[in-house]
Antibody
Framework: EVRLVESGGGLVKPGGSLRLSCAAS????????LNWVRQAPGKGLQWVSS????????YYGDSVRGRFTTSRDNARNSLYLQMNSLRADDTAVYYC?????????????WGRGTMVTVSS | QSVVAHPPSVSGTPGQSITMSCSGS????????VNWYQQIPGTAPKLLMY???RRPSGVPARFSGSRSGTSASLAISGLQSEDEADYYC???????????FGGGTKVTVL
């Protein structure tokens, strides 16, 4: 079964840091680009970051650029999101999502998400 | 860079047809394919439509998509109770170098 499982969420104080992980299984991890997408409580989806299959290109949304860092370890079938200088408006469910190879940037597999709460 | 979904919510009875749209700009919908996601509350989004009008395996044919200019539409014909969900469009934005999501349309089946 093709699967993505996020972990690492939790409660953190403003200005703090957190590292999210996304473990993949059921497919050739190194063939696919991956993304982080978040959803604040009661709000819509917001793209956070993307990374290509070989990590040669990494992009960030305007609201996280300079604070968040995306990386991957193809040997461990894992994707990571290092989040620093966290703010209250970073509070959200964070999903990792797989980018289809021939789908024009469509995300065909999503994890269940991990909740990040930034509060004092 | 923004994509606006409309209407924010729509309702219908079983068997009816409904349509929702997204309006963007030349940097996103105007130059890149649109993808649609369905999200049942409390669950992760699911890819519903890609490349404007292609359905992934398992998505019923009652869902159809189209794109024209800087707008895109998703139609559901023969509405069913399990279609009650939030629907999001998304398109790659050439300026952002990432996808922009519309604000979502909430579908209620009466």
């Amino acid at each position: 079964e093709v699967r993505l499982v996020e972990s690492g969420g939790g409660l953190v104080k403003p200005g703090g840091s957190l590292r999210l992980s996304c473990a993949a299984s059921g497919f050739t991890f190194s063939d696919f680009g991956l993304n982080w997408v978040r959803q604040a409580p009661g709000k819509g989806l917001q793209w956070v970051s993307s990374i290509t299959s070989t990590s040669n290109y990494i992009y960030y949304g305007d609201s996280v650029r300079g604070r968040f860092t995306t990386s991957r370890d193809n040997a461990r079938n894992s994707l990571y999101l290092q989040m620093n200088s966290l703010r209250a408006d970073d509070t959200a469910v964070y999903y990792c999502a797989r980018r289809m190879i021939y789908g024009n940037n469509a995300f065909d597999i999503w994890g269940r998400g991990t909740m990040v709460t930034v509060s004092s | 860079q923004s994509v606006v979904a409309h209407p924010p919510s729509v309702s219908g009875t079983p068997g009816q047809s409904i349509t929702m749209s997204c309006s963007g700009s030349s940097s996103n919908i105007g130059s890149n394919a649109v993808n649609w996601y369905q999200q049942i509350p409390g669950t992760a989004p699911k890819l519903l439509m890609y490349n404007d009008n292609r359905r992934p395996s398992g998505v019923p044919a009652r869902f159809s998509g189209s794109r024209s200019g800087t707008s895109a539409s998703l139609a559901i014909s023969g509405l069913q109770s399990e279609d009650e969900a939030d629907y999001y469009c998304a398109a790659w934005d050439d300026s952002l170098k990432g996808p922009v999501f519309g604000g979502g349309t909430k579908v209620t089946v009466l």
